[in-house]
């Protein structure tokens, strides 16, 4: 039997079959990038929004089981904030969110030594606030719920 007969029965991908196969890997390739890039997105903002509701209950329970007050300043479109033990000598903390998330609310809260949450700009304050965390593109946010009359914390659904 000769080498041309074995490889005659043998058959390979055409240059057309070749290029529809990686048409097509291009282009799933395309959607799963972009549905990759969006969760990642979409966990940097949870992160974020996890750790504003830890340092928040945080700073509530040092203030009640220290007796001493502490301040959350928030400023929106800003990638940090500030966590302020308020004693003698004030001690500032700054906060850094993950790449790509931001504070979307201005608001300041205080935790006194009795347990209780106030906001010092309102006169007349309402008993729920909210502080968004969102992408810094704006696509995605998060709510969390700060209830002054029972100092609760928590993530909006």
Do not use: H
């Not at 041309?4 to 390739?29: D, N, P, S, Y």
């Amino acid at each position: 039997m000769s080498r041309q007969g074995v490889w005659a029965e043998e058959r390979g991908f055409t240059l057309i079959e070749m290029t529809i196969v990686i048409t097509l890997m291009g282009i799933l390739f395309a959607i799963a990038t972009t549905t990759w890039f969006g969760t990642i997105e979409s966990r940097q903002v949870d992160s974020a929004t996890n750790q504003v509701v830890a340092d928040l209950r945080l700073a509530n329970s040092s203030a009640s089981n220290r007796l001493v007050p502490w301040r959350a300043v928030f400023t929106a479109d800003s990638p940090s904030y500030q966590l302020v033990k308020q004693s003698d000598t004030p001690v500032t903390t700054t906060r850094w969110l993950p790449d790509g998330t931001e504070i979307g609310t201005t608001i300041t809260v205080e935790f006194a030594a009795d347990g209780s949450v106030k906001v010092p700009s309102e006169i007349t304050p309402p008993a729920n606030y909210t502080i968004l965390v969102r992408s810094t593109d704006g696509s995605l946010q998060n709510s969390v719920d700060l209830n002054t009359q029972t100092s609760r914390v928590k993530i909006a659904p």
